[in-house]
């Protein structure tokens, strides 16, 4: 028995895969727990603009987040500031009443700032000071509906988990087979073996998120206010990532445990990063910049964007473009990694079809 446990042991320290598993997951799960498991919100973007827009802005405190003071705008300009996710909260003065604008898609930035303006009420009143009476309304979630909020973001993650799983397995299974060895002796680039690799999945994908669009629509009511074309281009965008990224880890793995636990790895982080459950400006400040390397997040920007809020293409660009320079270089990474090995299964291809004719001779 203790000569099966040294023997354990010692493969487990040769596997060093599995060690990181072991060590970099736990620690990465506390991490994002203690530091990014936060649903309180402290800062929440805000506009002010009307003609009283320097007044209101002095009554507001934390967790107002004042990024624009505007007492020539009006309601059209806030409103428009909530649907490109420029702020949260758009405050509109008026001579008769102020009304603030709320980004329904944020929840618990919504929440945040009416427990916030409630708190201010009261204070006001047990003070006896005169503080204008803020009248609420919630755009483009009106009733705060977790499922609309979720639906949009559960597609980026589908995509994620075909893109990257599914992909990276079934590559690996062809290596284990002894297919990739073909494919190396036939006159194929790199990029041709890629794309007849991805194409497949990208199709799959394509069609599971119609599904999944489709059947929120239709069971949980979630909207579809925007455009189908920029949303597919974002789709896209995203799903190139993910494909590339399932390419790389197939080609670092040698066998499909080896590609699970590498796909993990890539995907628990923008599970729970991305701002599909956790929002992102709740996160400790040294946990938001990696939120910011992962392609899900600009998925989830421009999903519910574009799904709740109609927000145009010129609004989307930030997100849209980070995706396509992550898809030119996790792609250009995968056609470099697949090269790579390419080149020793081309050998023995050309070794084992040697030694066949010299056989049949």
Sequence with gaps: ???????????????????????????????????AARFDVSKVTTVVVGPQAEAVAGHLRAPFDLVEIDRNGDRSLAASRLQDGTAVVGVVTGPTQIVALM??????????????LAHMAQAAKANGAAVPAIAVQILYNPNLTTSWIMIPGLTGL?????????????IVRERQTGTIEQLAVMPFRP?????????????????DLIA??????????????????TFALGALLFLLVTLGMGVLVSTVSQNQGQAIQLAIMFVVPQILLSGLIFPVSSMAGGVQWIAYV?????????????????????????????????????????VLRFRRDLAPSARRGRTAEAGSKAVAA
């Design 212 to 229: 999944i669009v489709l059947i929120g629509m239709v069971l949980f009511g979630v909207p579809f206010a925007g455009n189908v074309a």
């Design 191 to 207: 990029w041709d073996v890629i794309i007849g690799k991805i194409v497949p999945y990208l199709l799959l994908a394509a069609l």
């Design 103 to 116: 980004d329904g898609t944020q929840l618990f930035a919504v929440e945040a700032a009416e427990s916030a």
């Design 1 to 35: 028995m203790w000569t099966m446990i040294v023997k354990e042991f010692r493969q487990l320290k040769r596997d060093r895969r599995t060690l990181a598993l072991l060590i970099v997951l736990p620690v990465l799960l506390l991490v994002v727990f203690g530091y």
């Design 294 to 334: 992962l392609p899900l997040k600009y998925f989830i920007d421009i999903s519910r964007g574009v799904m709740l809020k109609a927000t145009p293409l010129t609004a989307l660009w930030g997100p849209l473009v980070v995706l396509a320079g992550m898809a030119v270089i996790v792609l250009g990474l995968a």
């Design 158 to 170: 589908i995509l994620l988990f075909i893109g990257t799983l599914i992909t990276s397995l079934g």
